[in-house]
């Protein structure tokens, strides 16, 4: 597992450390499934498939490329903060 170690992702005052693993994972889907928007709204504005956006959500991707879920939680709500 590689930790993206520059990104920070800030929502409610909440800090997040983004990796390729399993909590980064999990983190998008809670934010997916819990969120009012459609899978469709959320995939145009990230720039994605409405597919992706639904296999993230259930769970059926397991390895999801980085900059997608950057670009779905920046459509949910979240900043992205640079550091070292």
Do not use: H, N
Not at 6 to 35: M, W
Request: glycine fraction near 8%; charge should be positive.
């Amino acid at each position: 597992m590689s930790t993206a170690k520059v990104l920070r992702l800030r929502s409610a005052g909440e800090t997040i450390t983004l990796d390729d693993g399993p909590a980064t994972i999990a983190l998008c889907q809670r934010a997916i499934r819990s969120t009012s928007m459609k899978f469709g709204d959320i995939a145009s504005r990230a720039g994605v498939c409405d597919t992706t956006v639904s296999r993230l959500a259930y769970g059926d991707t397991k390895k999801p490329m980085m900059a997608t879920v950057v670009r779905i939680l920046m459509v949910l709500g979240w900043t992205i903060s640079a550091s070292r």
